[in-house]
């Protein structure tokens, strides 16, 4: 009998393939059953199962920038943030804002989206439709986060189209025009942020973060610099991940109204639900990663100065852990693993409690007004092979 | 007996929430108490405490998180007499790192080396495990206070 070639890495996994974009499952469905680690023609490594991407993608030798420099990548705009600093920096620029975002702060904020939610609700004509993504999604975390900075409350869109460019920039091989425009994204986010500080500095004194955080870099705690792209961070994207998740909790909610009852009806299977939604959201699929020394995963030892994609999205419907993937089950044992979503190690989201805790307050005004909610329309998903994102969902409450 | 001493240490809150757990399974069982951040605790004053709850979490590489290292720097610096103090300890922590607990380690030890007792096991959470920080934290108190003579 014939056998088979070894499909090339390559194949497994078609980034740029539209199909791939759309609906990467069977892809990853694939290379779970398959190929656990896949080897790619340009040297670098795909890891796709939950148990490694637990294990590994948090392992201390690796990095956010490859050891030969970021190189003219648009992401080099936040080099001096959280993001792609290391060690001590990363911890002392960390430091400066992370308390702010802790579950017990995150309780607060949610207050803030709450009321901004239902501000919107009290606008929505009597047909009960609705600009969910905007009004519902990223406007109460962009207004909850204004809460957080002591700034004024501005129209969160623009920072969501500005965040949605730059993302394009972090797939696999983007093509200069994406390259082009995620320079556009960071060039708006960071005047955006720069016009807060100045204004800030003008009008010291309210003890909110932005007046800490400027009092830190006056006091040598953190460089101007650092300032900066963390405000561009912090502002820039705080409604970005939020939008994409209150998009997915309704879409769920749409295919299955029993959930939408279940999270009215029975407390105590929200945090389940909510679990859940994370699981299917999924705004951040893959987190690459650079080895500094060899690095051994299975049977395979991958060399220093080597990429490494860790498919979040894959290892989240991994069958071994989450049997059924494609459905939206609530009652999947209690795994902490779907926080998964978030990341993991020093990178993981700073905003998760923030995400959580703005994502149950506006679900929780939704199902004590409405028994159901439907999709109107086409939602207006923006993908690549790295995230997942929106920038319009309508739909109709009753 | 004094007000039990709830101690937390903790990087991104989560250890905070573990002590606001614990203090109100304790409240449920009249037992009073106060909750501290380690940072904002002066360790001469454990001296004169009867029974305490420390809680933190391990941060980065089994190192102690921002609020738990000054206060153990002070333990160990200041050398406090424990002698009289008997503590519960519980840990947070991620299982798929090798230094998992490890900061909950540190202290147990730093605080028996200056004469305090420990009471019960120390308590771990995981966060690579299927229970949530309340459970653990709840089952591990009340676990605690059965074993322990703490009178209401």
């Not at chain 1, 955006?192 to 830190?216: C, H, S, V, W, Y």
């Not at chain 1, 893959?286 to 020394?293: G, K, S, V």
């Amino acid at each position: 009998m014939e056998q088979t070639e070894t499909p090339a890495g390559d194949d497994l996994l078609p980034w740029s393939d539209p199909e791939f974009i759309r609906e990467p499952w069977p892809w990853f469905d694939r290379i779970l059953r398959d190929h656990p680690i896949v080897k790619l023609s340009d040297g670098s490594y795909v890891i796709s199962k939950h148990a490694d991407v637990m294990k590994y993608a948090k392992h201390p030798t690796l990095v956010s920038v490859s050891p030969d420099g970021i190189g003219d990548s648009p992401w080099a705009a936040n080099l001096n943030s959280v993001l792609l600093t290391e060690g001590e920096r990363h911890s002392r620029i960390l430091r400066t804002f992370s308390t702010w975002l802790t579950p017990k702060m995150a309780q607060k904020w949610a207050e803030v989206a709450a009321d901004s939610a239902r501000a919107a609700l009290d606008r929505m004509g009597p047909d009960g439709v609705i600009e969910a993504h905007r009004e519902l999604g990223v406007q109460p975390a962009q207004d909850a986060m204004a809460h957080v900075l002591g700034i004024d409350r501005e129209d969160g869109f623009p920072y969501i189209h500005a965040t949605n460019l730059t993302m394009m920039a972090m797939g696999w091989d983007p093509s200069g025009e994406e390259v082009r425009r995620a320079n556009e994204g960071f060039g708006y986010m960071m005047f955006q942020a720069e016009t807060l500080i100045e204004k800030k500095r003008a009008n010291p004194g309210d003890g909110q973060l932005l007046d800490e955080m400027i009092k830190a870099a006056d006091e040598g705690r953190l460089t101007e610099r650092e300032l900066k792209e963390s405000i561009q961070i912090l502002w820039g994207s705080a409604a970005h991940n939020p939008g994409q998740l209150m998009a997915s909790a309704l879409v769920d909610f749409a295919d299955n109204p029993d959930v939408f009852q279940a999270y009215k009806h029975d407390v105590d299977a929200r945090e389940h639900i909510l679990n859940e939604v994370i699981r299917r959201s999924l705004p951040e699929m893959a987190l690459d990663r650079y080895t500094t020394e060899p690095l051994q995963i299975r049977d395979v030892e991958i060399p220093p100065g080597t990429r490494v994609r860790f498919i979040l999205g894959a290892a989240l419907r991994d069958p071994e852990v989450f049997p059924n993937a494609d459905e939206f089950d609530y009652h999947r044992p209690k795994e902490a693993s779907m926080a998964l979503a978030f990341g993991l190690g020093a990178h993981r989201c700073v905003g998760q409690a923030f995400a959580r805790a703005v994502g149950r307050a506006v679900i929780a005004v939704l199902v004590e007004r409405f028994d159901k909610v439907e999709v109107v329309g086409e939602p207006v998903w923006v993908r690549s092979d790295r995230h997942r994102n929106c920038e319009g969902l309508t739909v109709r409450f009753s | 007996m004094d007000p039990i001493e709830i101690l937390f240490g903790t990087e991104s809150g989560n250890a905070e929430m573990v002590a606001d757990d614990i203090a109100e399974a304790l409240g449920r069982h009249g037992i009073e108490h106060e909750v501290t951040s380690m940072d904002t605790y002066d360790v001469d004053q454990l001296s004169t405490v009867d029974v305490a709850v420390v809680i933190t979490s391990t941060y980065g590489d089994g190192e102690l998180p921002m609020t738990t290292a000054p206060f153990h720097d002070a333990l160990v610096t200041k050398r406090p007499d424990l002698s009289s103090l008997r503590f519960a300890a519980f840990g947070l922590g991620d299982s798929t790192y090798e230094t998992y607990g490890n900061a909950i380690g540190i202290l147990v030890k730093t605080l028996t080396e200056l004469g305090a007792t420990q009471i019960g096991e120390t308590g771990r959470h995981d966060a690579s495990g299927a229970e949530t920080y309340t459970e653990t934290a709840l089952a591990w108190i009340s676990a605690t206070l059965e074993s322990a003579d703490i009178t209401q």
